[in-house]
């Protein structure tokens, strides 16, 4: 197994002292060690409270260079944040910020012990790097029960982290850590097939590209070509110096190995969650803008996860602002105060679900919810006109529409709606397919346009201009699973191919994630059927500095590799079936007006006020647009 390689010896090693000093109102233990099952040694920075005693702990472990400054890795997130939201660097010198953690120097003070621990092969850990693998999950597993019975430590452990640091929390949970307590996973993916490198079916070339801008970068043994702590002045990649090849031999080929499984096989299996033992209590906070890796997974974990106690928070804007401002951090705490503090008032009145409602003008109105998907869901069917081009009514007409499979496919908008109309849940799309080829790659797209057709886009969780929703799927991939599929919700297990046949029509059923939008008076709802990502067709998004792409419209989260997308398999021509027993439909969730006009239980900073929904859209004629 690759995990198990041996690692590398440095040439003259000095091995890393952990050393403490009180500072800034904590005491700090810098690059602690924690022994692994194997006797590897990992490097955590501990910062407590001066007073002696027992606390909780707050910890986080990952790849991104725990002694990394927010400021120094990722500066272009870190200034749009803090001149747009002052709260987030107020009351804190922001020595301490590193990307997607917590500050300690705003939870020490409510007598917390934050734990930052360097994964194996990263920052000041050395070892062989093999992400969400069952050897990193195990050493992770260690990590908690080290740090439960620590002699500053009350026993009870808490997981507190964005992206990475939340997505390998559902994975630790499976195992059940004696002294994990509780959990916040502010956007983090479960599925290692399904949110995160196999979108339908479709590979993600987003983890390959991440690998080389985020990870290669802070590889134990960069040494000196890597960067300095802000705070103490050491080397965050620890004080070795590998030469390329030996870094190479560190690390496994982790886009080479996701493309090597194409299927829904023990690889990712064995980087999933099993939700039947998650039972940690939990708060999942979900991003409506995180299409193609965090949202589905927050969801999934909400209604799938067996745990007693768990909440569900939606907000937008980009993924880690939130879980910085007062708004968010102070959710977190209450929630911790509870779980590892024991304050029974703590907590209280937040609700089950608390929704941040998305309005156009990146206006969010918070309401609070029972369940998910929300009960009063009008689940409504809006038929693919092929004649009109138009969203709505049946068509009994045979008739069939073609598009060039790697193209931009084509537009179905509804007419200009009557009233508000708000559609918040997960939505799913129904098609009958046949292909000149045989495969079809499906690209779906909810949108939302002006009455003259503008397109109306937010800020995503990274890109700045993101659709309302989206879903994808592989159409030799379009076997369902039984019992675990809604109308809602198709689910695909993905564990076999089904090549379509020359003159067959192919029955799919597409999951799109779920999703948010008040739509106003007179706006349109549109869905494009696309053979290729989604392209917003305004300004470039720019770059930002961890990515390699251009932001058009997805961000990093790309379809592009020619390997997984060879145009004599997926470059022919995909056709559209329409006749009295094939009704294409695209079913939404339209939550009803007087039910959705409730008060606020929560709002946010961020948040402005906006008309609640209404009834759904009414139906009229619309002219034939082609997707972009």
């Given at each position: 197994m690759a995990s198990d390689r041996a690692t590398t010896t440095p040439r003259a090693a000095q091995p890393l002292e952990m050393r403490t000093?009180?500072?800034?109102?904590?005491?700090?233990?810098?690059?602690?060690?924690?022994?692994?099952?194997?006797?590897?040694?990992?490097?955590?920075?501990?910062?407590?409270?001066?007073?002696?005693?027992?606390?909780?702990?707050?910890?986080?472990?990952?790849?991104?260079?725990?002694?990394?400054?927010?400021?120094?890795?990722?500066?272009?997130?870190?200034?749009?944040?803090?001149?747009?939201?002052?709260?987030?660097?107020?009351?804190?010198?922001?020595?301490?910020?590193?990307?997607?953690?917590?500050?300690?120097?705003?939870?020490?003070?409510?007598?917390?012990?934050?734990?930052?621990?360097?994964?194996?092969?990263?920052?000041?850990?050395?070892?062989?790097?093999?992400?969400?693998?069952?050897?990193?999950?195990?050493d992770f597993y260690d990590c908690i029960e080290w740090a439960g019975v620590q002699d500053w430590s009350n026993g009870k452990v808490g997981l507190n982290g964005i992206s990475y640091f939340g997505s390998n929390q559902w994975h630790v949970a499976t195992l059940q850590p004696p002294h994990l307590a509780a959990m916040c996973i502010w956007e983090g993916s479960a599925d290692w097939y399904r949110d995160m490198t196999h979108h339908g079916g479709i590979l993600s070339t987003f983890w390959a590209n991440w690998y080389d801008m985020q990870v290669k970068t802070v590889q134990y043994g960069a040494g000196e070509r890597g960067r300095y702590s802000r705070v103490h002045g050491g080397l965050v990649c620890g004080p070795e110096t590998l030469s390329e090849k030996e870094l190479a031999d560190n690390r496994c080929d982790f886009g080479g190995e996701i493309l090597a499984h194409p299927l829904d096989d023990k690889y990712h299996k064995d980087r999933s969650p099993q939700w039947d033992k998650v039972n940690v209590p939990f708060l999942s906070a979900a991003n409506w803008g995180g299409q193609g890796l965090h949202p589905r997974g927050n969801f999934e974990a909400f209604v799938r996860a067996v745990a007693k106690d768990k909440f569900l928070e939606v907000h937008g804007i980009e993924h880690w602002t939130h879980f910085y401002t007062d708004y968010g951090r102070e959710q977190q705490l209450a929630f911790f105060d509870k779980f590892l503090h024991g304050k029974k008032d703590a907590f209280k009145k937040q609700p089950k679900v608390l929704l941040q409602v998305r309005h156009p003008g990146e206006k969010f109105v918070a309401r609070a919810e029972s369940e998910w998907p929300l009960a009063r869901t009008q689940w409504t069917k809006l038929y693919l006109d092929p004649a009109e081009m138009i969203l709505g009514k049946k068509s009994s007409k045979a008739t069939t529409l073609a598009f060039e499979a790697m193209g931009d496919g084509l537009t179905f908008l509804t007419p200009a709606v009557d009233e508000d109309?708000?559609?918040?849940?997960?939505?799913?799309?129904?098609?009958?397919?046949?292909?000149?080829?045989?495969?079809?790659?499906?690209?779906?797209?909810?949108?939302?346009?002006?009455?003259?057709?503008?397109?109306?886009?937010?800020?995503?969780?990274?890109?700045?201009?993101?659709?309302?929703?989206?879903?994808?799927?592989?159409?030799?991939?379009?076997?369902?699973?039984?019992?675990?599929?809604?109308?809602?919700?198709?689910?695909?297990?993905?564990?076999?191919?089904?090549?379509?046949?020359?003159?067959?029509v192919a029955e799919l059923d597409i999951e799109i994630w779920p999703t948010s939008i008040v739509v106003p008076k007179g706006y349109r709802v549109g869905v494009s059927i696309r053979g290729k990502d989604y392209e917003y067709g305004g300004a470039s998004g720019g770059k930002l500095s961890n990515f390699k792409n251009e932001l058009t419209g997805c961000g990093p989260f790309l379809h592009n590799d020619p390997n997984d997308r060879p145009p004599a398999i997926f470059g022919g021509t995909t056709t559209l079936h329409f006749d009295k027993a094939r009704q294409p439909y695209l079913l939404l969730p339209v939550i009803p007006a007087k039910s959705a006009a409730r008060k606020p239980a929560a709002k946010a900073k961020s948040a402005k006020s906006a008309k609640p929904a209404t009834k759904p859209a009414a139906k009229s004629k619309s002219k034939r647009a082609k997707g972009r």
């Open positions: 000093e009180t500072r800034d109102g904590m005491r700090i233990d810098w690059d602690v060690p924690i022994e692994m099952d194997d006797g590897l040694i990992v490097r955590a920075d501990v910062y407590r409270p001066i007073e002696p005693g027992k606390y909780p702990v707050i910890l986080t472990y990952g790849p991104y260079a725990k002694g990394l400054a927010f400021q120094d890795g990722y500066p272009s997130a870190w200034e749009r944040m803090v001149t747009k939201h002052p709260d987030v660097a107020a009351n804190s010198t922001n020595l301490y910020q590193s990307w997607e953690v917590v500050d300690p120097e705003k939870w020490v003070p409510h007598d917390y012990v934050c734990v930052r621990v360097d994964s194996r092969g990263c920052g000041c850990s050395p070892g062989y790097i093999d992400h969400f693998s069952p050897r990193e999950t195990k109309t708000e559609i918040t849940g997960p939505s799913a799309l129904k098609l009958f397919v046949s292909s000149s080829t045989k495969d079809a790659d499906l690209f779906i797209v909810v949108r939302v346009f002006t009455g003259d057709l503008k397109e109306v886009v937010f800020q995503g969780a990274i890109d700045p201009h993101t659709p309302i929703a989206q879903g994808w799927l592989r159409a030799s991939h379009r076997k369902l699973d039984k019992k675990l599929s809604t109308p809602y919700r198709p689910y695909h297990p993905h564990d076999e191919k089904q090549p379509l046949k020359k003159g067959e």
